[in-house]
Nanobody, 125 residues
Framework: QVQLVESGGGLVQAGGSLRLSCAVS????????MGWFRQAPGKEREFLGG????????DYADSVKGRFTISRDNAKNTVYLQMNSLKPEDTAVYYC??????????????????WGQGTQVTVSS
């Protein structure tokens, strides 16, 4: 079994920054992709970006491109989401996800088979 644990969420003022972490433990895979998503109340889960664990290549949604950066630390089995220039509309629960059957990042939540519990990010105006 694979466990994903997010941390780093909290309350921040507009224009501020936060860094979320996603620690992966349990069974690991030689080739898989990690994704970050968020879900605001009453809205669908939204793809933010992701990283291929093997190649390190990244992909981002247009809504966060230039503000959010995804990176990984292989030694710590951890993926990070650095969020800068935060806006009130970034308020949501943020999730990381792992896809054991995909090598490259996909925007489709159904392709990710492991999910973290989520961490709340609140941006005040």
């Amino acid at each position: 079994q694979v466990q994903l644990v997010e941390s780093g969420g909290g309350l921040v003022q507009a224009g501020g920054s936060l860094r979320l972490s996603c620690a992966v433990s349990g069974r690991t895979f030689s080739n898989y992709a990690m994704g970050w998503f968020r879900q605001a109340p009453g809205k669908e889960r939204e793809f933010l970006g992701g990283i291929s664990w093997t190649s390190g290549s990244t992909d981002y949604a247009d809504s966060v491109k230039g503000r959010f950066t995804i990176s990984r630390d292989n030694a710590k089995n951890t993926v990070y989401l650095q969020m800068n220039s935060l806006k009130p509309e970034d308020t949501a629960v943020y999730y990381c996800a792992a896809g054991s059957t995909i090598v490259e990042v996909t925007t489709r939540p159904a392709r990710y088979d492991y999910w973290g519990q989520g961490t709340q990010v609140t941006v005040s105006s």
